[in-house]
């Protein structure tokens, strides 16, 4: 019913920069909150970076002050821009959406992942 497509992903050197992005297809009312998870070998999945409808915004300590996530509403769009990458970062980094539909409550749906890795 809902898709949510990223990418941006791939590989970059410690201290480089990655965008990414992630668009939702498919038919609904409107977008809740929207966030960026990852998940590195061997770890479990985690949050990087969530935003509400209004904006208000958190992060993962690990990357406070060096990832900025931020919306576009009339496109339905959740970025993570990332910088000053090191390799600590390298996973596979998940878009989650809470959506909303006219009808019928509210439901998560999950991105397919895009790999970013990290060099050193």
């Known amino acids: 019913q809902v898709q949510l497509v990223e990418s941006g992903g791939g590989l970059v050197q410690a201290g480089g920069s990655l965008r990414l992005s992630c668009t939702p297809s498919?038919?609904?009312?409107?977008?809740?909150?929207m966030g960026w998870y990852r998940q590195a070998p061997g770890k479990e999945r985690e949050l990087v970076a969530s935003i509400a409808l209004d904006g208000n915004k958190h992060y993962a300590d690990t990357v406070q002050g060096r990832f900025t996530v931020s919306r576009d509403n009339a496109k339905n769009t959740v970025y993570l821009q990332m910088n000053s990458l090191k390799p600590e970062d390298t996973a596979i980094y998940y878009c989650?959406?809470?959506?909303?539909?006219?009808?019928?409550?509210?439901?998560?749906?999950w991105g397919k992942g895009t790999l970013v890795t990290v060099s050193s």
């Open positions: 498919g038919r609904f009312y409107s977008i809740n909150g």
């Open positions: 989650n959406a809470n959506v909303n539909f006219l009808l019928n409550a509210a439901m998560d749906y």
